[in-house]
């Protein structure tokens, strides 16, 4: 009869393993980036899935986890492997902790849609200065994708007002402009604080816009890029605070601010303008997301 304990953190914690696309298209990735002889650094291990398969390629891996319950994940799963060239640091925020050399591969895969909720600009922010030059960032960037929509925010007569994730499972928004581009960002020339954009979209469909949808695409590696999913970057539904009317066939201007999230508990806030082209009219939608 087997004895003893393991970690118990939730199921939560488990799903990612099941993420196919992302984890194939890491490990595709950390195949051809990472060499023999070469230091990976990856900030916000996890449970270790993907710091354990950049062993199977580098000299050594540090894998650095601030949540108590990752870590003894990881470090349960580091006690029946084989592998003796992973180093598990957990600090008390990852900010805190300063590698004590220079790294050729950076892993940070704090992501988020948009970066709103997950601490990915100044981590990534502070630990490009210990990427060697040359050096590989992985995830190569995110493409920031939005629509207009109509979104569902009375279910039983019960009004809400505050953005969600979009999920298989939930009522799905009704698109009333295409999916254009907000912006891009490549990780290894680093992040802004704050974002603030202006985009033009013509409307594909009438009636009300009374949110934003916003969508990252991830690019893994340069040429290798996946949209979220139930797990990684589900789309955000950001809600306006007033209705917008659309017609068909009209162009509206849409600009956008909001500040990369600094921390998990940070809630920055997503502010949204929306007017018809060459009028005064104007709308305006802020949330917490």
């Known amino acids: 009869m087997g004895e003893g304990s393991v970690p118990f953190a939730g199921g939560g914690y488990v799903t990612p393993f099941f993420d196919t696309a992302r984890v194939e298209a890491l ?15 990856e900030l916000g ?7 354990l398969i950049a062993a199977r390629y580098a000299k ?3 894998a650095v986890e601030d949540d108590d319950s990752l870590h003894a ?3 349960s799963m580091l006690g029946s492997s084989t592998l003796t060239n992973i180093e598990l640091v957990k600090p008390r925020t990852l900010l805190q902790f300063e590698p004590s050399e220079t790294v050729d591969v950076l892993i940070c895969e704090l992501l988020s849609p948009a970066l709103l909720a997950q601490p990915q600009a100044p981590v990534l922010n502070k630990f490009l200065r210990y990427l060697k030059p040359g050096g590989a960032v992985l995830p190569y960037g995110l493409t920031n994708m939005v629509t207009l929509v109509e979104a569902e925010f009375a279910p039983y007569g019960i009004p809400f007002r505050f953005p969600y994730r979009e999920r298989d499972d939930l009522p799905m928004s009704s698109p009333k402009t295409a999916p254009v581009v907000l912006n891009q960002f490549a990780f290894v020339e680093g992040l802004p604080e704050q974002v603030h954009e202006h985009l033009t979209v013509t409307a594909i469909a009438g009636g009300i816009c009374n949110a934003i949808r916003v969508e990252s695409i991830v690019s893994i590696g340069a040429d290798l890029a996946i949209k979220g999913s139930p797990i990684l970057c589900t789309p955000l539904v950001v809600p306006l605070l007033e209705n917008v009317p659309m017609a068909a066939g009209r162009r509206y201007h849409v600009e956008i601010a909001y500040e990369h999230a600094l921390d998990v ?3 920055p806030r997503f502010t949204a303008t929306i007017e018809p082209a060459n009028t005064e009219f104007s709308r305006r939608g802020t949330a917490a997301a």
């Open 27 to 41: 490990a595709a990735t950390l195949a051809q980036i990472v060499k023999p002889g070469n230091t990976v650094l």
């Open 45 to 51: 291990a996890g449970a270790g899935n993907i710091s």
């Open 60 to 62: 050594r891996v540090i």
């Open 73 to 75: 994940i990881f470090a």
């Open 265 to 267: 508990t940070d809630h």
